[in-house]
Structures are given as C-alpha cells and as structure tokens.
C-alpha cells in the first residue's frame, strides 16, 4: 500500500491551486476555469466504455466527459480527477480512460486512480473551507448531503471529505455485491474494521440489503460491533451507529458508522 506520502502530494497540489485562485467560498470554485488556466480544456462527446478521457499533448490537454451524463457534480468530478491526472500523471501515461468505477475509487493503493480522487476532493471542497462547516456536527448522512449540495460534489466523495477530517470517530464503509471494497476512517476512530473483501453479514444494513433486498431506514440506527469491528469487546460502554445508502445503479451500500457514549 501507498505511504500518506503519496496522498499528501496530491492535497498539496490541489491546495495551492484554490489558494492560487484566492477561493474561500464553495461558489467560487469553477473548475472550468481552473482547468483552462493549465491549459486544460473541457468537453462533452460520445466515449465508449468509460465515463471521461484525458489526451495530453506537450503541456496541454483535452478532458472529454461522456456525453448523456447527466448529473453536474459527476461531470465535475470527472474533470477535476483529470486535471489531477494532469498535474500528478502526466509523465506516466499520455492518454486515460476513466470509469465511474475508478471515480469510486478511494482504496489507498498505490494506484493512479485514488490519488486522483484525493487531488479532486481537495480541489473541489478545500479543508481550510470544508473544516469549520462540520466542526460542530454529528456524523450523518443528512449533513453529508447538505454539503454535497453545497459543494456541488457527489455523495460518495462528500462522505469521504467529511469522515476524513471529521473529528468525529466515525469511518465509511464502501460495500460491492455484498464484500468491502474499500474503507476510510477520521483521525479519532481507533478501531480495526473488518479488511477488504469481507463479506458482511446480514445484520447490517449493506447485508440486508444484498441478501434480502432490504433498503436501509433513513435515519441512524444502534448495530452490534462485531457486525463492522475486528476487536468490538474494545467498544464496550459506547454506542456504534450505522447509517447506509443504497446506490442501485453501481451495486453499492456506502455505510456511515460512528462511536458515542
């Protein structure tokens, strides 16, 4: 796996360019235009079998989002993660294509594609502007969507912002077809959450949801540790909360859990 080192790169780059850009306001963040200060051009058109494309050429370049999505926040997300490709990549590999699969993404591997995704976080929703907006907040998906609103980001990517500055114990859980694909936790949750490829169980709402096509309430519910937790005897005297979303169309439950008194 990948140092932090290598993540840290990536918030770097994308720091000093909302800086650059004098942003203090989630309204203020055009993408578009910070892509065309690079020499970054935006477009849409027809790509099969992927959801955008970056070309390099010499120092510039062409970022082409499918045409026929529909939703704003894909699309800028899309060319946020390929400026980041473009700033962090592009002596790598000229040409990429990318998939709603690798947007997805937050596994810190060693691969091209999470890194990406933490450059188009920071870009997209900067600490400095994103922290004092959830100082004082619970964990929850409600909050999560009002900043995905706000921010005009995805779900999946606000919900990693927010649990990895979060100082909340709070962790997110990314469940396709019923096993882990990946997980990422706030700097106060100090428990080990069961590894990737675990199949969960059906008392939780992602196994609920898999093996029995249940859909998860809307709200917080109480869970037993062991449903998530690799060592739940060390959670005694806490609560464990769980809140799940369901996303159909990618056959994945992301699940929010949080530990309170």
């Given at each position: 796996m990948a140092g932090d080192d290598f993540f840290l790169e990536a918030k770097k780059e994308a720091e000093a360019i909302t800086k650059h850009f004098c942003i203090t306001k989630p309204e203020q963040i055009e993408v578009e235009t910070i892509a065309a200060f690079y020499d970054v051009y935006y477009r849409e058109?027809?790509?099969?079998?992927?959801?955008?494309?970056?070309?390099i050429r010499g120092d510039k370049a062409i970022v082409t989002i499918k045409?026929?999505?529909?939703?704003?926040?894909?699309?800028r997300f899309g060319l946020a993660h390929e400026l980041g490709h473009f700033i962090l990549h592009r002596r790598n590999k000229r040409t990429r294509d990318c998939t709603q699969v690798d947007f997805l993404n937050w596994y810190k591997g060693s691969s091209d594609e999470p890194q990406a995704n933490v450059?188009?976080?920071?870009?997209?929703?900067?600490?400095?502007?994103?922290?004092?907006?959830?100082?004082?907040?619970q964990p929850n998906f409600q909050i999560i969507k009002d900043l995905s609103a706000l921010f005009r980001t995805s779900l999946t990517a606000t919900a990693f912002r927010f649990v990895e500055v979060s100082k909340q114990p709070c962790a997110l859980i990314c469940v396709q077809d019923r096993k882990i694909s990946w997980r990422c936790w706030s700097g106060a949750f100090h428990h080990r959450i069961l590894p990737r490829?675990?199949?969960?169980?059906?008392?939780?709402f992602a196994g609920a949801y898999f093996l029995r096509g249940i859909r998860p309430p809307e709200g917080p519910q109480v869970l037993q540790p062991i449903v998530w937790l690799e060592a739940p005897d060390l959670v005694k005297g806490y609560r464990v909360y769980e809140q799940a979303i369901c996303m159909p169309y990618y056959r994945t439950v992301l699940t929010l859990i949080w530990i309170c008194r």
């Open positions: 058109d027809i790509i099969e079998g992927s959801d955008a494309r970056i070309q045409a026929g999505i529909r939703e704003p926040e894909r699309k450059f188009a976080a920071e870009l997209l929703m900067p600490e400095r502007i994103f922290m004092p907006l959830i100082s004082n907040c490829d675990s199949h969960v169980d059906e008392s939780c």
